[in-house]
Structure formats: structure tokens, C-alpha cells
């Protein structure tokens, strides 16, 4: 019984701290965008640092909230199992379920990578666009870039700052490669890098893939949930047809006979 109480007042413990830990990671960041459109003005003065300190700021360590969860659970299954099986069992099942979490994707990321492939026909498009305009590549990146608000515009913006730097188109465009189905758009970048083509007509092509894409990923996931509803609706109807229908039949056959 102690055992029982011991454990889940650890596991509690470590579901709080947990959540404590999680709401606090989150901290505000300011987009490209604000920094780039923040008025001018006089440069400002910096305290001056006493002597004996470094100029640069102290970083808060902050606890991984992910290591502190793995680690109760592997104190609970050691003090549940107890003996050798327990001393054994608590660090692989911590190193399993910190491995385990980690592979888990937040909803922040999930999120920023729904709303990155959502913008990406509307970005090729504006793309091709500006090209058939006449503006060079590291500028229409640029255009594009500030015309989209969004985490696909902080990428195109880096893309373009890379191009007129003069970096290699590759790595340039490689900081498209989380996006979803970024990379057709970077292999045809590449290739009008590499042979000189006109990229505008492969960008409108690509834009009209991706939007075919999304509407047959939209009518397939439509088409699942018609298939997956069809459990519960059955976990459902079967005991109440088997309540309201059969057992009636049961008993009043039983009384019958007996």
C-alpha cells in the first residue's frame, strides 16, 4: 500500500512539475519582420558592466521538463518492482520513455508546419509572378517574403538574404527542407541555378501540384473518418441491441423452461 501511495505521489508530482515546466518554456519571439520595420533611431547606451563581470548575459538554465518526467517514472517502477527486476527496470524504462517523448511532436511544431505548407502554393505562385515581372530571384524571394506573414516567410526571407549574399544556391535553399513539399520547389531552383532556365513556369506548375495534392490528401483523410466512425457507432449499437433485443428473448425463455 505504501508502495502505491509512494508512486503516485511521484507520478502526480511529475505531471505538475511537468506542466509548470511546459508553460514556461514558451517565450515570446519578435519576427524578422518587426525588426526590420522598427523606426531608426539613436543607437542605444549600454549600462556600463562592473569590472570583474563579462559583458554577456547570464543565461537561466532551465530544467528539461521531458528528463524530469523520465526520470520519476523510472523511481516509481523501481520502488513498484523493487529487488534486481526493479533496480534493472527503472533506468530502461526511463531512457525508453524519455526517447519515447522526444520523438513526440509538439502542437507548436505541428502547427508552424501545417501553416508552412498551406502557404507554399500561394508562395510559388507570387514567385512566378515576380519573376515574370523582371525582378531577380534573391529579390522576388524578398518580395514574396515580406508580402506572406507567416513562419514560410521568416524561411523565404532567409532564403533571400543567403541569395544576395552570393551564397551557393543549395545552401541557400536548404532552409526550405522542413517544409512540406518544399522540395520540388528547391530541385527546380537548382536546376534554373544550374542551367540557366526560366524558373517562373516551373513555379506555376508546382503551384497548381501542390494545391491537387492537398485537395486528394483533404478527400482521402475525409474518406478515413468515414471508415474510422464506424467503430464507435458499432461499440455502440451492438450492447444496446444486445440489451434491448436479445436479452429479453433469453429471459423469457429461461422463465419458460425453469
Not at 549574399?165 to 522540395?183: I, K, N, Q, T
Amino acid at each position: 500500500m505504501s508502495r502505491m501511495v509512494l508512486t503516485s505521489g511521484c507520478l502526480s508530482a511529475g505531471v505538475l512539475l511537468a506542466a509548470v515546466l511546459w508553460t514556461r518554456r514558451r517565450r515570446p519571439v519578435r519576427r524578422l519582420r518587426d525588426l526590420r520595420r522598427a523606426p531608426a533611431g539613436p543607437p542605444r547606451i549600454r549600462p556600463e558592466t562592473p569590472a570583474g563581470t563579462s559583458g554577456q548575459p547570464r543565461r537561466r538554465l532551465r530544467p528539461d521538463a521531458i528528463r524530469l518526467v523520465a526520470v520519476f517514472v523510472g523511481v516509481s517502477v523501481v520502488v513498484v518492482v523493487g529487488g534486481w527486476a526493479g533496480l534493472l527496470g527503472g533506468p530502461v524504462a526511463m531512457v525508453l520513455l524519455d526517447r519515447t517523448l522526444r520523438r513526440i511532436e509538439s502542437p507548436a511544431v505541428r502547427e508552424r508546419r501545417r501553416r508552412e505548407a498551406e502557404d507554399l502554393p500561394l508562395a510559388a505562385d507570387l514567385l512566378a509572378s515576380a519573376m515574370r515581372a523582371g525582378a531577380p530571384v534573391d529579390r522576388s524571394v524578398l518580395a514574396v517574403a515580406d508580402a506572406l506573414d507567416g513562419p514560410l516567410g521568416e524561411r523565404l526571407a532567409r532564403v533571400g538574404r543567403l541569395l544576395r549574399l552570393g551564397a551557393d544556391p543549395a545552401e541557400a535553399w536548404a532552409s526550405l527542407g522542413p517544409v512540406p513539399g518544399a522540395e520540388r520547389l528547391t530541385a527546380a531552383a537548382l536546376r534554373s541555378a544550374a542551367s540557366g532556365a526560366a524558373l517562373a513556369g516551373a513555379l506555376t506548375r508546382l503551384a497548381d501540384d501542390l494545391r491537387a495534392d492537398r485537395a486528394t490528401a483533404a478527400e482521402a483523410a475525409a474518406r478515413r473518418a468515414g471508415v474510422l466512425i464506424v467503430l464507435p457507432l458499432g461499440l455502440c449499437f451492438l450492447p444496446a441491441f444486445i440489451l434491448a433485443g436479445l436479452v429479453p428473448v433469453i429471459v423469457a425463455v429461461l422463465g419458460d423452461v425453469l
